[in-house]
């Protein structure tokens, strides 16, 4: 769908603020589309990005920060969100055994089977929305990084 119709607006300054409205508008719509699929595995998309971080370390623990700092939403209550996943058995809270101060995650075997599951049709998800080419999408993420260039 064009981003006119989608915002039923034809009037923009510039073809690089349309290009900033479409990336925002774009993000929210990916969002939408990934939260109805990960609802039928009772995970959010802040959840799921949080088991997904932990899979990548895993059998590694992480402390809370270095998950914070690797969200995609770097507003995330990641606390709030491993009680929550700890709650549903997917993680496990325990103390650092280098740093008594440090609370360590780690992804449980239930957390890895739901990660795995839920990763099929998420992927395949992707598969059906992002009908772009290999090429495409490394030119997209070039263009991407272009624009986040100025990141801190």
């Given at each position: 769908m064009k981003l006119e119709q989608a915002i039923q607006s034809t009037k923009f300054k510039s073809e690089v603020q349309k290009a900033g409205l479409n990336i925002l508008y774009t993000a929210w719509w990916l969002k939408t589309?990934?939260?109805?699929?990960?609802?039928?595995?009772?995970?959010?998309?802040?959840?799921?990005?949080?088991?997904?971080?932990?899979?990548?370390?895993?059998?590694?623990?992480?402390?809370?920060k270095n998950i914070a700092c690797r969200m995609i939403e770097k507003n995330s209550n990641v606390p709030r969100i491993i009680d929550r996943l700890e709650l549903k058995k997917?993680?496990?809270?325990?103390?650092?055994?280098?740093?008594?101060?440090?609370?360590?995650i780690t992804l449980t075997e239930r957390g890895m089977r739901l990660l795995a599951e839920s990763s099929v049709k998420i992927d395949r998800l992707f598969g059906e929305v992002l009908t772009i080419s290999e090429e495409e999408g490394a030119a997209l993420n070039s263009l991407l990084e272009k624009v986040r260039e100025n990141e801190e």
């Open positions: 589309v990934t939260s109805k699929e990960l609802k039928a595995f009772g995970l959010t998309h802040e959840q799921y990005n949080v088991l997904r971080i932990l899979k990548g370390s895993y059998p590694e623990q992480m402390c809370v997917l993680v496990e809270r325990s103390t650092s055994a280098f740093d008594k101060r440090e609370t360590v």
